[in-house]
């Protein structure tokens, strides 16, 4: 597949994306057959139109997370991972009739959209110094430019998904 801003890329599936493949598959299941359990204290409260885009977003959430690890780079690796955010943000709102968890949902949109612009302007970075914004680029921007920059961006990016403190705020409020 040809990204239209980050050069060829594509999804492919090697021995360390393959263990984490079978990880989320696993977890995925795990989650669904829990999820069920979860859910039947709302079968009553909530709309089957509610209780089914639970479901949906959570079968998103599963897909966009192996697609994160099968991801070459660049503009699939962004659409995935945006794809997962929304997926997040959806299954924190299940419950969006409580206040505190509108709140909770917000601040991770905020926090989510901080972070996927600066994955984007580090993408950007590697891009203009190489020429490609694929991950095997990532490794020759380290030799060609001053590495600081890029792997603040990048570490500030990913931090404020994975909760990294003190990038957080966010997490706590979600749970």
Do not use: C
Not at 114 to 122: A, D, E, N
Not at 153 to 164: D, E, Q, V
């Amino acid at each position: 597949m040809i990204g239209p801003l980050f050069g060829k890329e594509s999804l492919s599936i090697d021995s360390l994306s393959a263990i984490f493949l079978l990880i989320i598959g696993i977890a995925g299941i795990a989650t669904l057959i829990y999820s069920k359990g979860y859910l039947k204290q709302y079968l009553g409260k909530k709309s089957s139109a509610h209780i089914s885009m639970h479901y949906a977003s959570l079968a998103v959430m599963i897909i966009s997370m192996m697609m994160v690890v099968m991801s070459s780079g660049g503009f699939s690796f962004l659409l995935a991972w945006e794809l997962m955010t929304i997926a997040s943000f959806i299954l924190i709102l299940f419950d969006a009739q409580r206040a505190e968890v509108m709140r909770a949902a917000l601040a991770y949109l905020v926090m989510m959209h901080i972070g996927f612009m600066l994955l984007v302007i580090g993408f950007v970075m590697v891009y203009n110094v190489t020429g490609s914004a694929n991950f095997t680029a990532i490794v020759d921007y380290f030799k060609m430019a001053a590495p600081l920059p890029l792997f603040t961006i990048l570490f500030l990016g990913f931090g404020m998904k994975a909760g990294i403190f003190p990038m957080h705020i966010w997490l706590p409020e979600a749970h």
